[in-house]
């Protein structure tokens, strides 16, 4: 387990900071923002840019001598140590240094040291071939693995400041009418509102020697709708929990799935506030997992514990009679708390193109999560896109 503090504890300090400036932004301000300019300048002012890797230039290895203290015969002593120095040439960005201190939520054991200095990424290991090749894996391996938490950490940091700005202007909307209300009970006039098009916020610069961004001058807002990168966002909270199961399955596998389920729903509703409902009704039946988006977006997923491929066969004809036609996704998860989990996860791999209601595009996302397109019992040519995400539960202190 590293030392380091985690990249997803970073996103949980900065998102109160985002939600701290929605809220003291002007009013005038917040209703006539474009809501993806406005997003889109937040993220960029508190989250992290990917590493961007320098095409132009090649990775260079050289050698460098270290002196380093060792024992010799009960005395301390400096002696001269080869070492291989590796460079990794990549996009200058002033954040990189504070990324690299960060810990990406899949890491390797044996990861190397790395640093930033001078738009590139360095690591020194041993002079001998084995750590060599080794750390030339390893060094794209860590900036691909931190890039990747930064993706998924950046698309729920987007979807919560979405919400906080439809929470904002509700909150705007409903304030306006009540005053307004009062003022004609009263027959006292009402101060005149700021009118929206007359708002110029001042220009601010974030990160300005390296990247600057520019918060978005006021227009006319635009409709709160479910796009797909909300749905990867909400999968994205989902998977972040399931992973905490699978870093101490000894306390988790002993749950059964409600109860794996609740823990699921609470961290969802710690972002949607009461939102993400468990036991709902949809259609013909009660879904695990039920949150329903502003504006109609509807997510649903089923909790279910391996056992067997039929575990695929009645999760996707549950899930495919609590959708409607108007849906577009859908989410098993499946628990695993059997030995041979690379045998669960080919047994998965298998299946899911034999069901019959299998229509097109299966496709591997990970090792563990994969997706097709499914046809809806109603109606053959409505396709749904099912995600399967398969979890390891398996507690090896009972073996």
């Known amino acids: 387990m590293p030392s380091k503090p985690f990249i997803d504890s970073y996103y949980q300090q900065v998102k109160h900071q985002a939600r701290e400036e929605i809220r003291s932004r002007p009013d005038a301000y917040m209703v006539s923002v474009d809501t993806n300019e406005y997003s889109n300048y937040l993220v960029t002012k508190y989250g992290f840019s990917e590493i961007v890797l320098d095409e132009d230039r090649g990775m260079v290895i050289e050698k460098h001598r270290r002196m380093i203290e060792r024992e010799i015969f009960d005395e301390i002593r400096k002696v001269e140590h080869l070492v291989v120095r590796l460079t990794l040439p990549v996009e200058p960005d002033e954040t990189i240094p504070q990324i690299l201190e960060l810990s990406p939520s899949t890491f ?47 698309e729920t940091l987007r979807h919560n400041i979405n919400l906080w700005i439809a929470e904002r202007r509700k909150q705007i909307e409903g304030e306006d009418e009540l005053l307004d209300q009062i003022s004609q009970r009263v027959s006292v006039p009402l101060k005149k509102k700021v009118d929206p098009s007359t708002v110029v916020p001042p220009v601010l610069r974030v990160k300005e020697k390296v990247r600057p961004i520019f918060r978005p001058a006021a227009k006319t807002p635009k409709k709160f709708e479910l796009p797909p990168e909300t749905f990867s966002a909400i999968l994205g909270l989902i998977d972040n929990s399931c992973h905490l199961f699978e870093r101490t399955p000894s306390t988790f596998a002993k749950m059964e799935e409600e109860e794996l389920r609740n823990v699921i729903l609470s961290n969802l ?42 575990t695929i066969d009645d999760s996707v004809k549950q899930i495919l009679g609590y959708l409607t036609w108007r849906d577009s996704y859908g989410v098993v998860l499946i628990f695993s708390k059997r030995i041979g989990f690379t045998k669960v996860i080919a047994a998965a791999n298998d299946r899911i193109p034999e069901l019959p209601s299998y229509a097109k595009a299966f496709k591997k996302v990970s090792e563990t999560h994969f997706t097709a397109s499914f046809s809806l019992p109603e109606d053959e040519l409505k396709s749904i896109e099912m995600h399967f995400v398969i979890y390891n539960l398996c507690d090896t202190a009972k073996l």
């Open 108 to 154: 390797s054991m044996s990861a190397p040291k790395l640093e930033y200095r001078d738009g590139c990424i360095i690591t020194e290991v041993p002079a001998n071939e084995a750590d060599v090749e080794r750390a030339l894996c390893d060094l794209k391996d860590e900036v691909a693995r931190r890039n990747s938490d930064i993706r998924l950490q950046n």
């Open 269 to 310: 509703n710690s972002v949607y506030e009461g939102d993400a409902l468990g036991e709902a009704f949809s259609k013909k039946g009660k879904t695990d997992i039920y949150l329903k988006v502003e504006e109609g977006g509807i997510f649903i997923a089923e909790c279910k514990y391996w056992d067997g491929a039929k």
